[in-house]
Structures are given as structure tokens and as C-alpha cells.
Nanobody
Framework: QVQLVESGGGLVQPGGSLGLSCAASGTIFFRVYTMGWYRQAPGKQRELVAQITSDGGTNYADSVKGRFTISRDNAKNTVYLRINSLKLEDTAVYYC????????WGQGTQVTVSS
């Protein structure tokens, strides 16, 4: 059974930066999957904000384009999300998962943007 563990969230002022990590354990096929970072703000549905293919191709939601950077380290079964120029509306719990046939969701990591 695959387990996802997200980390790196915190309380940040607007304009600040954070680096999130997501480690997947229990799979030897991590490198072939397209992985994504999602977020869920209070009272809203979970949304996909960034994804990365097995060969490193990336795609971003319009709301985060130019500020978020997704990357991966297949040797470590880990996907990363660098968040720059944080805005109040980026406040959410951030999760990772594979895009197709998602695994069970991890606990997520809270990102709070506040002055």
C-alpha cells in the first residue's frame, strides 16, 4: 500500500516563499507516474495546481503559473513544490498524488499566508 507524506508547510507572510515535499513509499514504479500537487482551501473543493510527467514535463493552473515550480527526484520517490510570491489566496492544505488512479491521500501540509 502506497503512503504519501507531505511536509514543508507553515505560516508565511504575503510575498514569501515555501518549499513543499511529498515522499511516496510502498511503490517501485514512482518514476513512471505523472504526479500532481493539489490544494484544498477551507470550504472549497480540492484543486490541481501543478503536475509533472515521468519525463519532467510540467503544467500549472493559471492561478499559480509563474509562482509555483514542481519538480521530482525519482531516486527518492519524492515530488517537490516551490512556492514563491505567496498570496493570501494560496492558504490551503496541500497534497500530492498521482494524476491517474490516485492512491489514498496523505494528511497534507498546511500553508497559511497571513500578515
Amino acid at each position: 500500500q502506497v503512503q504519501l507524506v507531505e511536509s514543508g508547510g507553515g505560516l508565511v507572510q504575503p510575498g514569501g516563499s515555501l518549499g513543499l515535499s511529498c515522499a511516496a513509499s510502498g511503490t517501485i514504479f514512482f518514476r513512471v507516474y505523472t504526479m500532481g500537487w493539489y490544494r484544498q482551501a477551507p470550504g472549497k473543493q480540492r484543486e490541481l495546481v501543478a503536475q509533472i510527467t515521468s519525463d519532467g514535463g510540467t503544467n500549472y493552473a493559471d492561478s499559480v503559473k509563474g509562482r509555483f515550480t514542481i519538480s521530482r527526484d525519482n531516486a527518492k520517490n519524492t515530488v517537490y513544490l516551490r512556492i514563491n510570491s505567496l498570496k493570501l489566496e494560496d492558504t490551503a492544505v496541500y497534497y500530492c498524488n498521482k494524476i491517474h488512479a490516485p492512491w489514498d491521500w496523505g494528511q497534507g501540509t498546511q500553508v497559511t499566508v497571513s500578515s
